[in-house]
Nanobody
Framework: QVQLVESGGGLAQAGGFLRLSCAAS????????MGWYRQTPGKQRELVAK?????????GTSVRGRFTISRDNGNSRNTMYLQMNSLMPEDTAVYYC?????????WGQGTQVTVSS
């Protein structure tokens, strides 16, 4: 069973930075896609960025040029990162890690990011 463990959320000031990590383990298949999504109360969860096992990442319009997604594909563990620079108050949300592969779609528990003005 795939497990996703997120870390790195917290409080930052506008213009500052944070780095999120997501460690995936257990039953990971090659060819998966990992991604970061975020959600605020009353709104739908939205794509922040996603990155395939091999290939180029995709970014949501609101974070392009400020956030950078990357990943490290280990033997039995895949780790994904999100470097968030030039943070804005509207980046405040719960950020979720997601891994999609054949026969499975998995989500982390979420980590809170709060940006103060």
């Amino acid at each position: 069973q795939v497990q996703l463990v997120e870390s790195g959320g917290g409080l930052a000031q506008a213009g500052g930075f944070l780095r999120l990590s997501c460690a995936a383990s257990g039953g990971i298949l090659g060819g998966n896609v990992m991604g970061w999504y975020r959600q605020t109360p009353g709104k739908q969860r939205e794509l922040v960025a996603k990155i395939p096992y091999m290939g180029a990442p995709t970014y949501g319009t609101s974070v392009r040029g400020r956030f950078t997604i990357s990943r490290d594909n280990g033997n039995s563990r895949n780790t994904m990162y999100l470097q968030m620079n030039s943070l804005m108050p509207e980046d405040t949300a719960v950020y979720y890690c997601r891994l999609v592969q054949d026969m499975g779609d998995y989500w982390g528990q979420g980590t809170q990011v709060t940006v103060s003005s």
